[in-house]
């Protein structure tokens, strides 16, 4: 029995206990929204983890990617920046390896880290010179084994997207490795995309292993010129179809979308994504909101990230300060997931059903500010070392910050409001005698 097989059977699976205590949430709501397919809990049956949950009524989640190159192949590196992510906060990680021992790195970071970990299956099978039917599927049942939580197919790439794409005249055209490795086989073969034609076939081996399907955007824009033509669209309403199917089949699975947006077509595009996929959990690369700001992306990607979060985007792809230019190192990868997590708990503080316990953790940083409580806003900070480094980087100890100092406007006021306060009772004190 798979979880949306339990949930429909009104049976309540221990991971279902556990992420509804750690959101603040009813477990028989979360049971339902399970059931379905709103909500997704990616967990390998293989494997233990801490199990988050992903959708509706939860906390908008952060994933970052990692993963080797042909240039650059440590796996030593790739658990470290693993390790890194988790520690930073990650919700869950990406390797999208595709250089070195592509089955040692994996392994080696599903050893490593307690979060769900995915993968993208055509960049094992490309590598090992697979891109074939048997291959797909080979590299797919094998990640499986593995313990992989999660696992990307750009299923929705298929011949009758690829018509739309070449009537489409982009700019940029396919930016998605994995939807590009998609068109080079159809266009070799002459044959349609494996997962999307035998997708009976993907839905058995995610069910068997428990995988949790991330339905990839393949066809997402790459520039902001191209951000919301017919070949997006024709994309999004086949992977409605296949969450319909996946559903049915009692898989879980959630849905990527773009990609660069402008800031304007953000709200369309996911409202737009949500109502074709019957509010299915929505995973978001992005939205990088300009093109003309490279080395600060993750800083683009998280106001984007923030603007499609409030308006139910669920799950954030975490982008670094090397996206567009090189291979993320440790520090980028730590700075890319605090920035992405600033970004979600910024939507979370906006987005219905979520808001009130979003704002709670804002409350008690207020409350702590205002009482000059300088070891709880440290601990209430989003990156405690970041915030304690900063504040004892000039070795004056004070009791306010450096830069209002006998100034401060929350101790000033603080005062006045003690010394109004004194006044009154002193008046009443005095009417009191005079009575």
Wanted: aromatic share 4%; glycine share 8%; net charge negative.
């Amino acid at each position: 029995m798979t979880l949306i097989e339990d949930a429909e059977k009104g049976k309540t699976p221990p991971e279902v206990e556990i992420v509804a205590r750690k959101e603040g949430v009813d477990p028989e709501k979360l049971l339902r929204l399970l059931a379905r397919g709103r909500v997704v809990i990616p967990r390998n049956a293989r494997r233990k983890i801490e199990p988050i949950g992903v959708g509706e009524t939860l906390t908008t989640k952060v994933n970052l990617n990692l993963g080797s190159s042909r240039g650059v192949a440590d796996p030593r590196a790739e658990v470290e920046k693993a390790v890194v992510a988790m520690e930073a906060g990650a919700d869950t990680v990406m390797d999208l390896s595709t250089g070195g021992d592509l089955d040692l790195i994996r392994q080696k970071i599903l050893a490593a880290v307690k979060i769900p970990v995915g993968t993208v299956p055509i960049y094992q099978a490309e590598v090992e010179g697979e891109l074939t039917g048997q291959g797909l599927f080979d590299a797919l049942e094998k990640q499986a084994k593995d313990g992989v939580d999660f696992v990307t197919v750009h299923a929705g790439v298929n011949l009758n997207s690829f018509e739309r794409l070449k009537r489409s005249g982009r700019i940029m055209g396919v930016v998605s490795r994995g939807g590009s490795l998609t068109l080079k086989y159809m266009s070799e073969t002459g044959e349609d995309n494996p997962y999307y034609a035998e997708y009976d076939h993907l839905l058995d081996i995610a069910k068997e292993h428990e995988l949790t399907l991330s339905l990839g955007d393949g066809l997402r824009p790459g520039c902001i010129n191209d951000s919301s033509d017919r070949a997006k669209y024709m994309e999004f309403i086949m992977l409605g179809e296949l969450v319909e199917r996946a559903r049915r089949a009692g898989v879980q699975a959630m849905v990527e979308g773009p990609g660069h947006v402008p800031a304007d077509e953000i709200v369309t595009s996911v409202r737009a994504m949500k109502y074709v996929t019957d509010g299915a959990p929505l995973y978001l690369l992005g939205p990088i909101v300009t093109d003309v700001a490279p080395g600060y992306d993750h800083i683009t990607a998280a106001i984007g990230g923030t603007i499609a979060g409030m308006n139910g985007a669920d799950f954030l792809c975490a982008t670094t300060p090397s996206e567009h230019l090189d291979l993320p190192t440790k520090e980028d990868i730590f700075e890319g997931t605090i920035v992405t997590r600033i970004a979600a708990h910024a939507a979370d503080i906006a987005k219905a059903g979520v808001r009130d316990r979003a704002r709670e953790w804002d409350r008690k940083m207020a409350v702590a500010r205002r009482d000059l409580d300088w070891p709880t806003q440290f601990d209430l900070a989003i990156n405690p070392s970041l915030a304690r480094q900063i504040r004892h980087r000039r070795g004056v100890e004070i009791d306010t910050c450096t830069m209002c100092n006998e100034l401060c406007a929350i101790r000033l006021a603080k005062e006045a409001m003690e010394r109004e306060e004194r006044k009154g009772q002193e008046r009443k004190e005095q009417k009191k005698k005079d009575a």
